[in-house]
């Protein structure tokens, strides 16, 4: 019964179809009204440092999309015996911030500079000083003030500067929109407001870098959208560039696009004031709806959106899981080499569960998981490194403790400006991405690290391109009195199934112990990234 239901779905074009481009896959999910998942596929793509700046080709975007719905379509006809020819609503996500700016013609001016760089820290430095406002190096007006600064050709030349999700979704619909949350990541956000702070607006159109060009900053960002909007819809031509076989549809209404941090949010459930949540997985980030405003500004915090437009304070960081990633690729090929190959799912498992035999303080190990700059630490280059001292207790616990440390640590540096500073408070804290796939290790570690409960939610699982799907849901069947945080708790969440773990005491010394000699020998990591070039 269940599947001849969604199969009348899918016939009748009551599904959503969330898109996200994330760091390192290109995900697509199909969810019916009630925002239940019937068919998903991805994609594997990888930014690159090319002239020292980290970029994604676009077309290499393009041709994971369609990859993509090409495996649902196929998925769709395997399984529910209907053809993929309507969709109802389409939502489009991605990496925020970066910059992507192009011409008059929709001609592209520079590569996609991503969210991964700090090249832009002269701008940043200048911006936050004006505004009085935390302007971090990855948000597109830092990316824009620096191409000034350096005097970069192409800059009198923009006619349009938006993000990855707002570019897929410009070239999807013909419309030039972005959802509050990504904006928030472009320019400040005037939250009463619900667009660009128009103070700020003025500010930047003062500097005397910024009179001699003809655009005016407003004019050529994007228009803001909240969460539940109407953003267009597919047109003829996004149809043929969504399908390659152009069996789709044209029409689908268009949710305003956002950026990964949103999706998070939607999918912990976690746009109430007080509640927050934290996403880990290439980068890592917490998101924390705030109930007042913090008292000052600060380096290491973001503020930022939920989708529907609340203040959230965001700590950032530019690496979390790809180096340990690259270590347990490694034990992979090990074990590959002994003939005994594992799939990745129970080889991290294996590796994680390995630290419950692990000295509190990884024994005295040291790693920094730097693939490439990390603001909130001062590290401008990016260089993995891995420490011992002749004391250390090396061994595999150890190793795999040290590398979960790790990948937390920045996170950590960053939150406990918030908790201990600012005495920001949240109700619940949800954490999603993969390291929790491997039930209680990350999760107890998360705990200890921060010094709070950690809750992981069943659907935490399904990820962003669920996220943007259950957007479009609300875009598209939402009611117009209906805010986002009661859509969520009446028809998504209903019977939400989670887990909480508390921090355990030996392990918040362990992992203090740790941070402790992480901070000290943050001297050495800053060493190697100007010691060694990049020979690639």
């Known amino acids: 019964m269940e599947l001849m239901k969604n199969a009348a779905s899918i016939e009748n074009g009551e599904t959503a179809l969330g898109i996200e481009l994330g760091s390192t896959r290109i995900k697509t999910v199909l969810v019916n009204r009630n925002c239940e998942t019937l068919a998903s596929a991805s994609y594997e793509w990888e930014n690159q440092l090319e002239d020292g700046i980290w970029t994604y080709d676009l077309d290499r975007a393009w041709a994971g999309i369609q990859t993509c719905f090409t495996q649902v379509a196929a998925d769709v006809r395997s399984r529910y015996h209907v053809s993929f020819t309507k969709i109802g609503a389409i939502g489009v996500s991605a990496m925020m911030h970066g910059y992507l700016p192009f011409d008059a013609e929709g001609r592209q001016l520079a590569g996609f500079r991503t969210w991964r760089n700090n090249i832009t820290g002269e701008a940043a430095d200048a911006l936050t000083q004006e505004f009085a406002f935390n302007i971090p190096q990855r948000w597109s007006i830092a990316h824009l003030y620096q191409a000034i600064l350096n005097g970069e050709e192409h800059v009198g030349k923009i006619d349009f500067l938006t993000t990855l999700a707002g570019y897929i979704h410009w070239k999807l619909s013909g419309e030039k929109v972005l959802g509050i949350g990504d904006a928030s990541g472009m320019f400040p956000i005037d939250s009463v407001a619900g667009d660009y702070d128009a103070a700020m607006l003025a500010k930047f159109g003062q500097l005397e870098k910024v009179q001699p060009y003809s655009w005016d900053l407003k004019a050529i960002l994007p228009q803001v959208l909240k969460a539940g909007e109407k953003a267009g819809v597919l ?200 390291l929790f796939q491997t039930p209680v290790i990350g999760q107890q570690v998360l705990a200890d690290a921060l010094g709070i409960p950690i809750t992981v939610m069943e659907t935490a699982g399904e990820g962003g391109p669920w996220g943007m799907a259950v957007l479009a849901v609300f875009a598209k069947w939402g009611m117009p009195e209906e805010t986002l945080a009661d859509f969520l708790d009446r028809h998504v969440f209903r019977h939400p199934e989670s887990s909480t773990l508390t921090p355990n005491a030996q392990g918040v010394a362990g992992c203090q112990a740790f941070i402790k000699a992480y901070q000290a020998g943050l001297a050495v990591e800053k060493k190697a990234g100007t010691a060694v070039k990049e020979t690639a």
């Open 235 to 434: 047109t003829p031509e996004g149809a043929r560039l969504l399908d390659p076989s152009g069996k789709l549809e044209w029409g689908s209404l268009m949710a305003p696009p956002e950026g990964d941090a949103g999706t998070g949010m939607v999918g912990t459930n976690s746009v109430r004031k007080r509640t927050g949540n934290i996403s880990v997985g290439t980068s890592a980030f917490s998101m924390n709806v705030l109930d007042a405003p913090l008292k000052e500004v600060h380096q290491d915090i973001d503020m930022v959106t939920t989708p529907d437009g609340a203040p959230v304070a965001m700590v950032h960081t530019n690496n979390c899981s790809s180096d340990l990633n690259a270590w347990v690729s490694l034990f992979g090929e090990f074990a590959e080499a002994m003939g005994h190959g594992l799939k990745p799912d129970k080889l991290y498992g294996l590796l994680f569960n390995q630290t419950r035999l692990a000295d509190k303080d990884a024994g005295g190990l040291l790693n920094y998981s730097c693939l490439s700059g990390e603001n909130i630490t001062r590290v401008v280059q990016g260089r993995p490194l891995f420490l011992r001292t002749p004391h250390s207790h090396m061994n595999l616990a150890n190793f795999m403790l040290s590398q979960l440390y790790a990948a937390f640590a920045p996170l950590k540096i960053g939150m406990d400006i918030l908790v201990r500073e600012e005495g920001v408070k949240t109700d619940v804290m949800i954490a999603q991405g993969g």
